[in-house]
């Protein structure tokens, strides 16, 4: 027996149109597929139609099962969305570890969803490459709620209900400063000092630490002893210590100072990759294939990524195709992080989310790290973007330290103490202490001779 008009309203009447997914049951196994969206067609009786590409095996199941589900994903279910859409690397069984029900007419029901409707095929329409199908309903449940996954413009999103959160509820903070912070600077910092200030990072709750760049010295004469400050810090059981390196002799460097994760990376910019490697960017990724090889026969963790995945100085705006092209190469790698650098500082929030949301439903499960500088002042604005598209993992460096040698203009990365005071206000925990943070700045700063690019250390120094 079909529902009431009033049961029926109720459930239409919760959410605007949302990413949904048709489930079905054909000889004897399930069978589902992500539909951007459905429609109403009659109150009375209680009508629904929706959409299929005839190519799809799924189309095949509901015309010939004669039964089939509508399920309105949850703002927080896009990975059922990726999932159903055959989007997720490596799921060959897309119903693998979802405890489903079976609904009245046997078509299976998702956990969680907004609102299900299970159907009987009413009647069938051709619709050029698609078929519409119209489906009376025969029962459905809602959950009240006003939180659907949306669609719009081929970019998923989720919708901003107030009472909701947004954000993942913790970030990690990967601290760059040791590497990135002190190979932009002219004055040479003693090995021991920089023993200390590792040190102290290690104590901060901080637990990834970048160390050194495994260069050529007379490339980077501030990265010369790196090696010696791998020999003498205090390890942190708790911390993952990294090296970042060029070239496979770098990688058999990193391995050899104990540590336990590489950093190699590729310019998106040619003229800036053939400054930083004397590489074109092709020769670069055919470089770093190999590296990975390296770096996995030492027994290390592998971070590859993109620089000036948002531009360079040189070659202005890089076309985000090349950057997927790119990262679509890299993956293949078998990387263990993958990770988007704004080496320039070029980055605007939009074209953060821009990017990020056309590569997340590609890179997962490989954590993807953005990598950005403050450059135009701008950078935190780029983080709250990030982790508004999913991004929770963030290189930072304390006081703002920062710039690249081969980048004209580049100033410092975002600042850990800035980064973390931000994210932990909004309800997001990182686990960093800022106050030993900004101890580390102030030391940092007093060496130098001048004041740091951040500002929340310098508002710890004057309580």
Known sequence: MPVSPQAFKQALSQWA?????????????????????FSSVSLNPPLISVCLDKKLYACTAVEQSGVFAVNVLDMHQMEYGLIFAGMMPGVEDRFAGIEVRTAVTGSPILPGVLCWLDCRVWQIYDGGDHLIVVGEVQATDSSGADTPLLYHNRLWRRSESLD????APEAHIIEVGPRDGWQAETTLIPTATKVELIDALSQAGLRRIQVASFVHPQKVPQMADAEAVCAHIRRNPHVI???????????????????????????????????????SVEDGLLSLEEMVRVARAKGLSVRAGVQCAFGSVEDGVIDPRKVIGMVRRILAFGVDELSLADSAGMANPQ??????????PMVKPVPLVLHLHDTRGMGLANVLSAMRSGVNYFDTAFGGLGGCPFIPGATGNIATEDTVNMLENMGVKTGVEVAKVSAVSQKMEALLGRKLDGKVYKLASRQ
């Open 351 to 360: 074209a953060v989310r821009r990017l990020v949301q056309e590569l997340r």
């Open 164 to 167: 909701v959160p947004t954000l």
């Open 17 to 37: 149109s949302g990413v949904t997914v048709v489930t079905t049951t054909f000889n004897g196994q399930p069978i589902g597929l992500t539909v951007s969206s």
């Open 241 to 279: 210590y990294s090296g970042l390196a060029l070239n496979v002799k770098g990688v058999e460097r990193v391995a050899a100072a104990g540590l336990q994760q590489v950093d190699i990376s590729v310019s998106a910019s040619e003229v800036h990759n053939r400054k930083n490697t004397g590489q």
